[in-house]
């Protein structure tokens, strides 16, 4: 038995947290009348040209912010002429979810195969939603691991938790949306108002890689691993729903309605989408687009937990690699930090050859995972000692106002708080890291993950400004044996996240 009282408990903990599923609001006003949607593609013709780097190299751009991390998405979609493939650990039916199933829908309706594959443990749209969605001819949905949420009541939830451990616990966290098998984007990004600024309350700072040409054959063939894998089963094998009219050519109305309206995606946004290739191309000429030759796409296989609880996989031992050849400098952002002994090992062994190591994580104040920051603060104290830097992320960071450029942000009159959800690192700066990979055993051990390793000066030299902009006071408090900042959070914050302290680190 595996930590059953504990995995009953984390369970719980991760029902309470999934949103209610809300269905569209129905309209009675024709808002998609006053927009002027193009039934052409023309991706093949924005990179023409790049053909022949694109063969033998690869673009790289880093996408810093979530507005122009959404919308480039957006217009890949728009643009896309064969293929979207898509892998997600989150897909929600909020805002910007259900904008983005309707540019996906749409992209079908032009001929191009859409493909969805999504982790089964926060799935949040209902049976009927998913399976209309399903039922397009152009679209197919597969579910990672199902079982623990889709179809199933609490109840069975529990059980499955509770009785299950290790099955239920092997999670899908890797993001990845290929276009045409030409463009990619990957990194930290779930698919959420929260990770695009688009959240009224709580909205994080991340970080994608946008990759054009040879390594996205790396990613492409990953998906297709993952695809193909029998963990991944089709959503029509998961939950069925009689009321699904397959040959209802209206359908699909109420999810258009709700993404032409206004008040849910506005004209000004979309207007801006309009002009992204006249920034792709600004882009290129002006060499913000890196090509190199030395960019590798790793990603975990579906089977990587089947050695066991503590089996590692190929991400674990590619990051740990590059903390060992580090001889100056490793600078990490990670917004869970729960290192196991290994990882305590790898830190102090650096340290001692005269490496710097910096790590940037939430404090409590920022974070929005109670249980991983009880687990953080039990291997604090350890880290200090081994001369590792800690800054700790503020709720209130300054630099929102540069990164958040989210069209919602411009128009509040308050600040959300803003949390860290950016996973990467710098080592010597030269080598960059873009993924989903978090420094704690789930990452480690559990969840399937998948980095993106860039060898370039000019790349590592604009993601470590950035990490450094984040050590200064008024973003960060730098934690000290002597002092950290959680009496920064609420009372009633630390007392919660004193109660989890309960549920062993191995399991978070």
């Not at 009348?33 to 023309?42: G, K, L, M, W």
């Not at 969805?116 to 926060?122: N, P, Q």
């Not at 909205?203 to 990613?219: A, I």
Request: glycine share 6%; hydrophobic share 35%; net charge negative.
């Amino acid at each position: 038995m595996l930590y059953r009282p504990a995995a009953f408990i984390l369970c719980l903990l991760l029902l309470i947290s999934c949103s209610e599923h809300k269905p569209i609001p129905a309209s009675s006003k024709d808002f998609c009348s006053q927009i002027h949607f193009s039934d052409s593609s023309h991706l093949s013709g924005e990179l023409k040209g790049l053909e022949d780097s694109m063969d033998h190299k690869t673009g790289t751009f880093v996408l810093e912010d979530g507005g122009n991390a959404m919308m480039a998405r957006a217009w890949l979609t728009e643009n896309a002429e064969k293929t979207i493939d898509i892998q997600y650990f989150i897909f929600s039916t909020d805002n910007v979810g259900l904008i983005a199933c309707d540019y996906l829908v749409r992209a079908a309706d032009r001929g191009v195969k859409v493909r969805i594959l999504v982790d089964d443990i926060l799935v949040d749209a209902g049976p009927y939603e998913i399976l209309t969605f399903d039922s397009h001819p152009n679209i197919e949905v597969k579910i990672y691991n199902p079982g623990v949420n889709l179809g199933k009541n609490n109840v069975s939830k529990v059980h499955q938790f509770a009785t299950n451990f290790k099955g239920a616990n092997q999670r899908m966290h890797n993001k990845t949306f290929t276009v045409d098998g030409k463009v990619c984007i990957t990194g930290g990004r779930n698919i959420a108002d929260e990770y695009f600024d688009f959240d009224h309350e709580y909205n994080f700072r991340d970080r994608d890689v946008l990759l054009l040409g040879k390594t996205v054959k790396e990613v492409h063939a990953s998906f297709e691993h993952f695809w193909n894998s029998p963990l991944a089963v089709p959503v029509t094998q998961v939950v069925q729903d009689p009321a699904v009219n397959s040959k209802d050519s209206n359908r699909f109305a109420r999810l258009h309605q709700y993404a032409c309206n206004p008040d849910n995606f506005w004209p000004q946004v979309r207007e801006k989408i309009k002009t992204l290739p006249q920034t792709f191309h600004d882009l290129q000429h002006s060499g913000s687009i890196v090509w190199t030759d030395s960019v590798q796409f790793i990603a975990d296989t579906p089977g990587k937990n089947n050695g066991g609880l503590h089996s590692g996989g190929v991400t674990t031992d590619a990051l740990s690699a590059l903390i060992q050849q580090a001889q100056h400098t490793i600078d990490i952002q990670s917004p869970y930090l729960i290192v196991t002994p290994d990882g305590l090992r790898l830190f102090t062994d650096a340290v001692n050859r005269g490496v710097r190591v910096n790590i940037l994580t939430n404090s409590l104040a920022s974070t929005d995972n109670l249980p991983a920051f009880a687990g953080y603060q039990k291997v604090r104290t350890g880290l200090l000692k081994a001369g590792v830097h800690i800054y700790e992320f503020r709720p209130d960071a300054q630099e929102r106002k540069e990164i958040m450029t989210g069209a919602l942000q411009k128009k509040l009159d308050y600040a959300p708080v803003f949390g860290l959800h950016a996973k990467g690192m710098v080592v010597d700066g030269h080598i960059t890291v873009v993924g989903t990979y978090n420094l704690d055993p789930r990452s480690a051990n559990l969840n399937t993950e998948c980095v993106t390793i860039i060898h370039s000066d000019k790349i590592a030299a604009g993601v470590l400004k950035g990490m450094q902009t984040e050590y200064k006071p008024e973003n960060s408090w730098e934690t000290t044996l002597q002092h950290n900042p959680d009496d920064e959070a609420s009372n009633w914050k630390r007392a919660k996240t004193w109660i989890k302290k309960a549920i062993p680190k191995d399991i978070l």
